[in-house]
Antibody
Framework: EVQLVESGGGLVQPGRSLRLSCAASGFTFDDYAMHWVRQAPGKGLEWVSGISWNSGSIGYADSVKGRFTISRDNAKNSLYLQMNSLRAEDTALYYC???????????????WGQGTLVTVSS | DIQMTQSPSSLSASVGDRVTITCQASQDISNYLNWYQQKPGKAPKLLIYDASNLETGVPSRFSGSGSGTDFTFTISSLQPEDIATYYCQQYDNLPVTFGPGTKVDIK
């Protein structure tokens, strides 16, 4: 059974940093691209970033480019999101999601974790 | 970035009704469009990929169609468990973008 468990969220002051983690199990992690998607309270979904199976291809939303860095450790079956220079508008539930296609990114997000909440406030 | 719009933003329908949601892209995205269902307090669930392909395990009352800029998502016979918000998502160009969502509830 595919499981994605996010951690690392919390309350942080504007301008500070936070690192999110996603522990994956139940599938061959290094075969699949992975993504972060966020949802501000009461709002819709926003794709944040995605990373290919071998970290060779990475993409970001314009709203986080230059501030957030996605990475993965295939040996640890883990996905990360380093978030720097956090802003109030980054407040959201951050989901880790698994791409459906092995060997490449097809952007069908077939499995999602339950999310970790990031609150940016002074 | 490609902008996605959805209509209506919300709807109420009776059990058994046919429900249709439309999604429009700001430019041609071919068939690079997915549909997701999000129930309150839950993570989104992929229902339809590549505009018209049903994800494994998803009931056949859900369907999708369209290509280019205009897409349609249909629930052929609304069930109580279909109460949710539905999102379209394009992946023709990065960044991936989602529509604003359509909230469906029971009349």
């Amino acid at each position: 059974e595919v499981q994605l468990v996010e951690s690392g969220g919390g309350l942080v002051q504007p301008g500070r940093s936070l690192r999110l983690s996603c522990a994956a199990s139940g599938f061959t992690f290094d075969d699949y691209a992975m993504h972060w998607v966020r949802q501000a309270p009461g709002k819709g979904l926003e794709w944040v970033s995605g990373i290919s199976w071998n970290s060779g291809s990475i993409g970001y939303a314009d709203s986080v480019k230059g501030r957030f860095t996605i990475s993965r450790d295939n040996a640890k079956n883990s996905l990360y999101l380093q978030m720097n220079s956090l802003r109030a508008e980054d407040t959201a539930l951050y989901y880790c999601a698994k791409d459906n296609c092995s060997g490449g990114s097809c952007y069908y997000l077939g499995y999602w974790g339950q999310g970790t909440l990031v609150t940016v406030s002074s | 970035d490609i902008q996605m719009t959805q209509s209506p933003s919300s709807l109420s329908a009776s059990v058994g009704d046919r429900v249709t949601i439309t999604c429009q892209a700001s430019q041609d995205i071919s068939n690079y469009l997915n549909w997701y269902q999000q129930k309150p307090g839950k993570a989104p669930k992929l229902l339809i990929y590549d505009a018209s392909n049903l994800e494994t395990g998803v009931p056949s009352r859900f369907s999708g169609s369209g290509s280019g800029t205009d897409f349609t998502f249909t629930i052929s016979s609304l069930q109580p468990e279909d109460i949710a918000t539905y999102y379209c998502q394009q992946y023709d160009n990065l960044p991936v973008t989602f529509g604003p969502g359509t909230k469906v509830d029971i009349k």
